[in-house]
């Protein structure tokens, strides 16, 4: 995992602007926010929040909706770390998540 670069808001502002603007494809603006984040899941979901925030109460605000969907598809690509190993769990008897 990479350090990230970037901050929130500037994730925030990005989400925006590749929403604004649009692509001819929209994995590559995921792919752009995904780089841009330098793959840091929780700094993803900290500007999805604030977007989020920012967008209740405003159901009409489109740009702010494509911002969000942009965010949710980068955070689906990075994916989740689980810290433990089910494999190992699962064959215990008795096993307790």
């Not at 925006?16 to 649009?22: I, M, P, S």
């Not at 949710?72 to 689980?82: C, H, M, R, S, Y």
């Amino acid at each position: 995992m990479t350090t990230a670069a970037a901050t929130a808001d500037e994730i925030r502002k990005l989400a925006f602007e590749l929403a604004t603007t649009g692509t001819a494809d929209p994995s590559d603006a995921v792919t752009k926010l995904v780089e841009t984040a330098g793959h840091d899941r929780a700094l993803l979901e900290q500007a999805r929040d604030r977007v989020a925030r920012g967008l209740h109460g405003h159901a009409g605000d489109w740009t702010a909706t494509g911002a969000l969907n942009l965010l949710n598809k980068a955070i689906v690509t990075v994916g989740w770390q689980d810290k433990y190993d089910w494999r190992v769990r699962w064959g215990q008897p008795f096993r307790r998540p």
